[in-house]
Each structure stands twice: as structure tokens, then as C-alpha cells.
């Protein structure tokens, strides 16, 4: 049984339609009968606000002993760890940051960019009453994620709130640094910083064979026409997100080493007036596993490490 | 299976409405035959009969994106319903011998229509009927007169029969 | 008493208890500006970009389940919102954008800073309108944060002509609405049954 509550069972949910939860019944709330049946057919579709919907069904269900099948749910998560090996050297890898932001805050509205620090968060983040994620995820609007943290930070000025992003979507609103310092938001901003657009450059490596056209941030006019091969012989990045943070008056903390994280965030978390930028310098060819290519179904998702058909096609 | 639908949308009599649904048909690549719309007894609604092709299950989809449009306050599925259906159409037929215009007024005669303006070579003819009824006309009057026929449509208006109905 | 579309608007913000709004001003907005000024239960957020504050009002919105409100002026403050409209809105996100607009008599015109703000915002928002009188203002703003919220949340647009913000006109805004709905009631009943539902509905108002 597949019970959901307000999901648009959209392409990115579905993966293959038509290998889509094929035994299930699926149960549907929704408050828009457009999104009822509209790309698979549900088998009970309730139209309504989920908050009546589920208070109603509260009302009615009865307690079942489920020890056993949490159990079941637990071996699987030992035997299929979500946390992959990474190849970082430093440690500072998106797993680490995300799960140091889960030890060290309570009260937290965590919102994220678009891209790869988008399906981390959303792989990593524990989710809690006291903790809540705000996500471009219908339209996955690059830039998002920072200005949707100060409107978030205004709303509620005794949570603490982080934006995740990568440097590619901070850069799409930076200027907004200028309207946290003035207003005195003290907002934390992890930017996961790998120098590319790293979703598409992931996609270029598994279905491009790494041609990496138009995703790298560092390139610069010096550069060879055709480059694939990230090393420390790269131009520097630009900007320094450090100077740059410091320009608008706001504190900047680069961590390169896995030991650092937790301080940062400490130090960000204890600001009262101002903004943070901590710019998390990880792995350039960091990937998000695992990871299910357009048009295949979610059993076919790839963990890393496959052979890959290179001719695989992405629509 | 792809078939052709009506339905009939009563909508706030707003500037911009014709342009929201007309948008609506054609960001979502629905496939529009015909649309009329005009005001009603009450000045502050209109109504529109919209001509469609689709499947079962797009059209469901497409009755309940139109049900969700807040300028939209009905929406009627005449799939099922009884119902008047009339489209005004006119037809010219130019470069008329005398032997085109006996053959134009015995059309006339037989499809009951009424031929509004004239000279020596040109006819006009009203066709005030069903969406078949005109196909059915333009077929014939195109075999007979070829490319000297000069059409325009204006899509079909339909209303909820009391006992009779056409098709 | 008589008061301009302006300072219509600024108290209709403040009986829909909007505590925040994100704005950029510009001249077709500027009188909006201008009765917002010093106004103390409104805080006005600047950013440096409109899309930072269509994203910003869309965070507010979001972790606090009200409607998030902003104002920006005519032409290339209305496009550069539509980025952040079609993000919320795809996400059914509450907010009521207020984008200024030319002079009524000048709409069409390709004036300074005009585009069709209406029509190229309708596809990405659940409703969107252009006030064209005066005495619609206080209707159009209630209705418009009811339609946010409501039902499946979304975005609605507001476009305000400069006109209209100048013009002097009723200070009702949603008590017309009571007014009005009051006025039909008395239509259907006699009066005296209508004073004893008012009674009934003040003092009969189950706690929420």
C-alpha cells in the first residue's frame, strides 16, 4: 500500500509510469482534484485538506503492533546504508555537514538550493516536528534557497535557519547578502562549494562521457577548449565567497577539513545579528547516489560504481 | 481513444477570461476544436461552448483544470446530456454561372439554408445548423464549385435540451 | 471619509494583519511607497533584486502558513517576479503579489515601464487582475489574499495603475464586503429577524 498525502506523482516521483508501485494500492489526499488520477491512477483518491483528511482517519484507525515490521524496515537500512563511500580526502563531504547539522540544531528551518545540495539535504536531513525544509521542488529554481531563508528567518525569528546551497546557486541571489546584514538576519548559509554545476556535471559524466560543456565555475579564458580532468592546477575560484561575505559586513568561514565543520557551525549558530557564510570546499566530482536516470524505472536506480551503457539517453 | 467532446463553461464575465481558458488549452497542448462564448441573462456571467478532442483521461483532466480556474463557476459535460447545438456559418460562392446559381438555390432549398446577398456571379449564402449539417455542406459545395468557395466558421453554440434533441 | 487607492491599499494590508512585506519601489509604485512611510505594523523588507523578495515572501510563507505579500513596481519589477510566482505557485504557495502599473488611460499605450503584467503572469498564478476602478480596490484586495489561501493555495497578482492609487475613493475595504453581504440579508428577511441573527452571530462565535 502506498498512502501519500499531497504528491504530484510527477516524473521525478514516478520514475517509469508505467513500473510505478505496479502491485500497489495507492491511497491519495489532496485538496485539487486536477492532482487526483492525473499521471497514475490511484485507487482511492480523497479530496481534501490533509489536515481534516488525516484528523478524520486519526479519528478511526486503530493501533497495530508494527515492532516487527520497523524491524524489517531497520535490517534493510544496514544491508542499503544511504550513505555511500565517498572519495573525499578531507572528509568534508555533504553526508558529514549534513549529518553535523542534524546533531547540533533543534529548532531548525533548513532551506536548500537546487541541484546536488538539494538531493542530499533531502537524502541526509532528519525531519522532525521541530524541523522543517523548504525545497523549490515543483519549478527547481536555482537561487532559491538563500532569499527563501530570510523570509523564513523573518517569519520565525527564534528558529535557527540554514540555507544549503551550492556556489552556483548562491551566486543566482547574492546580492540579497546586503538585505540579511541590514536586517540583522543571522542566517546560516552552507555553501557546498565544487566549483561546477554539479548536477548537470554529474549527468555529463554518467551519460556524456564527461563532457563537461558549460558546468565548470572555474573556467576561465586560459583554459583548455576541452577540459575533463578537474586538479589543483585550476584557476582559483571566483569569487572568494570569504572577502565577498566580509564585503557586505557579514562573517565568512571556509572549512576544508572534516574537523572544522562542527566549530563553523557553532560559531554560526551563536551569531545574534549578523549572517554567516560557511563555504564547505568538497570534492569537485562529488556525486548524489543513488541516482535514477530519466526514464527508468525506481528499481533501475543506479548506486554508483556501475558500468554504465554510455549510450544511455537522457531526455 | 481520442474523440470529440463539448462541454459548455459558465465563467465570470471578466476582461481577461477568454484569455486564461484559451492559455489554459494551450499550455497544456490540449487540443481546442471551437470556442464561442458570449454573455448571459445575467450580465455578470458568460458562457462558452468549447469543442475538444481528447481521450477519457485527459478529458477528465481538463474539466477539472477548468473547474479549478477561479473565473470558471461551471463546468457542463454535455457528453452524456441532451442537447441544442447550432453553428452560424456563411458561405460565398463567387464566379457563379447561371447554371452554378440554380444548383446553389437547389442547396438551398434541400439544406433549408437562406441566401442573404447576391449579384449576377456571387452568392451568399447563411447556414444556420448543426456542426455536421455545415461539414456535410462544405463537402458538397467544395465537389461542386471547387476553390470558388469562401468560408467562416463560427463554432458551435449549445444549450441543455427540455425534451428534444438533435444531433 | 474620502482616501486615495494608496492609502486603501495600506489599510487593507493591515486588516489582513500582514506584519511583513517585501517590496521594491519604482515610479508607478511610488504613491504606495509613500503611504506606507512610517507606517509602524508593517515592516518593509528591501532587497536587492525583486526575485530575492518573491523567493524571500515564498520562505515566509511557507514556514509560517500565512499569505506572503509583495509590492513591486510596474514593467521590470513585475517580470522579474515571475520567476518566484512560478515557484510558489507551483508549489501551491500562498502570496499575494502587488505590482504597479501605468496610468488606466495609458495601459496599451507602450508606455514607461509597461508590459501586460496580467497576461503574462496568468498562466503561472492562480488568479491575476488589473484594478480598473477605483471602487473595486478594497473588494479585489480581500478577495485576492482569499483566493491565496484558500482551497489549494496559490499566487495572485494585483496590478494596481497609478491612477487608481492616487484616486480618492471609499475607506471601506473588507467591512464593505460585511456591508454588503449584511445588505442582502436584509433583502431576504425582514429586519427585525436580521438584528436577531446579528445577535446570534456576535455573540454566538464558537472559539477556533
Redesign the interface.
Known sequence: MLFSIGVRFNDRITGKISEFAKHATIIHIDI???S???NIVVDIPIIADARNAIGALLDKSISLDIEDWKEQINSWKQLHPLDRPQNSVSGVTPQAIIHEINALFDNLIITTDVGQNQLWTTQFLEITETKQMLTSGGLGTMGYGFPAAMGAKLGNPKMDVISICGDGGMQMNIQEMATAVVHELPIIICILNNGYLGNVRQWQEMFFDKRYSTTCMKRRESCPVICNTPSEDCPAYTPDFIRLAESYGAKGIRVQRVEDIKPALLEAKAAIKSPTVIEFIIEREENVWPIVPPGNSLAEMFMGGENRNAEQKVD | MQNKRWISLFVEN???VL??IS??FS?KSYNLNSLTAGTTEDTTISRMTISLTSDD?TF??IK??L??S??VIKVLDFSETDIHMKELMFVKICNCTGEDMMEINRIIDVFSLELIDSDTHTALVECVQTENKNNDLINLLIKNFGGRVEIIRGGSVAIEAIRLSES | MKISGADLFVKALMEEKVDILFAYPGGQAIELFNALYGVESIKVILPRHEQGLVHAADGYARSTGRVGVCLVTSGPGATNLVTGIATANYDSVPLVCFTGQVPTHLIGNDAFQEVDT??IV??IS?????V?NREDLGMIIKKAFY?AKSG?PGVVVVDLPKDIQQKLGSDLSATWVFMEVMRLIMQLTNVMCCFLLVYVLMTGLPER
Request: net charge positive.
Open positions: 485539487d482534484p486536477a487526483i488520477s492525473r | 471578466e476582461v481577461g484569455a486564461r492559455g489554459l499550455g483521461q477528465e483532466q477539472k483544470q473547474n479549478r477561479i473565473e | 496580467v497576461g496568468r498562466s492562480k488568479y491575476a487582475i488589473t480598473r483566493i489549494k
